[in-house]
């Protein structure tokens, strides 16, 4: 049976697929209106198709703003696209992929290279795009997890959040919002998704990646709740590493809510000193390193 669902749901996902790619080419190259939503819709199908039930809490942010999320594995992808219109900030590696590079490319990733010379044109390219108003999504993490719990942030991966997006009212540059955002998969045919089960979602550390897509395919209808919590900037938070932890808690609070079953929206997302001082080190750590 699991294999009958994953090959049903793989057909209808290539054939619409394969049918939308060059309608979103076109899109992308005349910079029509629709580059936006037809991923926001496509995902939206991709979701019904996989059977993934979503609940979301909160309201996007209207606007250029940085998402910053917990990250499971390829499902936060289209999850995420199906709850709000964004695109995703990634290493540059996943430009490279086969067949998934050039999704990613035509939901206009913003592909981060490593080298240092590159760091200026990645950081410009983030720049305009929250200044054309668009949502890019960030995961903090530097990795996926096995989505029981959220990795620590990197605060340098937030580094975008610093950038000057020009002159507000009274003068002074203004910094593009922040919105954490929980992300949670709770729910496994109908029942709760226990420890054991929540591999059969989340793709990380060795594992392969189409092997894991068909077992996902075939596991069956599945649960997920988005959190959308209030946005913050820089300038609120007092600096990059207390905006890293800021989101963190923020993230951690709303997995932890969901896990437990309390899907009641959190407050404003508040200062957590002992997360700075770890980010400080960790942030020393690295500087070190390199």
């Given amino acids: 049976m699991a294999t009958l669902r994953a090959t049903g749901i793989t057909i209808a996902f290539l054939l619409v697929t394969l049918l939308l790619i060059p309608v979103q080419w076109l899109g992308v190259k005349l910079h029509a209106r629709w580059r936006r939503s037809l991923p926001h819709v496509y995902h939206r199908f991709v979701c019904r198709l996989m059977g993934a039930r979503i609940t979301v809490l909160g309201t996007p942010a209207k606007g250029g703003v940085l998402m910053t999320a917990n990250h499971t594995g390829w499902i936060d992808i289209?999850?995420?696209?199906?709850?709000?219109?964004?695109?995703?900030?990634?290493?540059?590696?996943?430009?490279?992929?086969?067949?998934?590079?050039?999704?990613?490319?035509?939901?206009?990733?913003?592909?981060?290279?490593?080298?240092?010379?590159?760091?200026?044109?990645?950081?410009?390219?983030?720049?305009?795009?929250?200044?054309?108003?668009?949502?890019?999504?960030?995961?903090?993490?530097?990795?996926?997890?096995?989505?029981?719990?959220?990795?620590?942030?990197?605060?340098?991966?937030?580094?975008?959040?610093?950038?000057?997006?020009?002159?507000?009212?009274?003068?002074?540059?203004?910094?593009?919002?922040?919105?954490?955002?929980?992300?949670?998969?709770?729910?496994?045919?109908?029942?709760?998704?226990?420890?054991?089960?929540?591999?059969?979602?989340?793709?990380?550390?060795?594992?392969?990646?189409?092997?894991?897509?068909?077992?996902?395919?075939?596991?069956?209808?599945?649960?997920?709740?988005?959190?959308?919590h209030q946005p913050l900037t820089i300038d609120q938070a007092g600096g990059r590493k207390e905006l890293a932890a800021a989101a963190e808690t923020a993230v951690r609070g709303g997995v932890i809510r969901a896990l437990a079953g309390a899907n009641s929206a959190a407050a404003v997302p508040h200062r957590d000193d002992e997360l700075i001082e770890a980010l400080e080190q960790d942030d020393a750590e690295i500087d070190n390193a390199a």
């Fill in 78 to 228: 289209p999850v995420l696209s199906a709850v709000a219109p964004v695109s995703f900030v990634a290493k540059h590696e996943v430009n490279l992929w086969p067949f998934f590079g050039t999704l990613a490319r035509l939901q206009r990733t913003v592909f981060v290279r490593r080298e240092r010379s590159k760091a200026l044109e990645d950081r410009d390219n983030i720049r305009r795009r929250l200044n054309e108003g668009d949502a890019l999504v960030i995961f903090p993490e530097g990795t996926s997890g096995d989505g029981n719990r959220v990795l620590p942030f990197k605060s340098s991966l937030l580094s975008a959040a610093e950038l000057a997006m020009g002159d507000g009212a009274n003068g002074a540059a203004h910094h593009a919002p922040v919105q954490p955002v929980s992300v949670t998969y709770v729910g496994l045919h109908g029942l709760p998704m226990g420890r054991e089960a929540r591999p059969l979602i989340a793709w990380y550390g060795d594992m392969d990646l189409v092997s894991h897509l068909w077992e996902a395919l075939g596991a069956g209808p599945i649960d997920v709740i988005v959190e959308l």
